[in-house]
């Protein structure tokens, strides 16, 4: 339901951008967000976005680097990276979370259990 793409090689202090579209039932989704991962260890959070585009959240590591955005016809979202270090280097998920009656247009998320669908990984590699 969720297809990332845009990883790659790049040196370090350079640029990347992902994209993450979601087919299928989409009206369904709400909040989305990228998450990483090193093998062997826990799924990370990197960033969020509320359904309404207008609140993110960061991780710490990725802030003033990273910005997390939204298609208008709000399937797609795209993470937008810069100034990136060899300890981004890692494989990417996107998230999106499946809409409950309790959620808010505003609202976004920082925790893989708050999440419904992944993606497949895309892979970033920051090497020179």
């Known amino acids: 339901q969720l297809q990332a793409s845009g990883g790659g090689l790049v040196q370090p202090g350079g640029s990347l951008s992902l994209s993450c579209v979601a087919a299928?039932?989409?009206?369904?989704?709400?909040?989305m967000g990228w998450f990483r991962q090193i093998p062997g260890k826990e799924r990370e959070f990197v960033a969020a976005i509320s359904w309404r585009g207008d609140r993110k959240g960061y991780a710490d590591s990725v802030k003033g680097r990273f910005t997390i955005s939204r298609s208008t016809s709000k399937n797609t979202v795209f993470l937008q990276m810069i100034s990136l270090k060899p300890e981004d280097t890692v494989v990417y998920y996107c998230a999106a979370r499946r809409r409950l009656s309790s959620d808010s247009v505003h609202d976004y998320y920082r925790g893989t259990n708050d999440y419904d669908y992944w993606g497949q990984g895309t892979e970033v590699t920051v090497s020179s």
């Open positions: 299928g039932r989409t009206v369904d989704i709400y909040a």
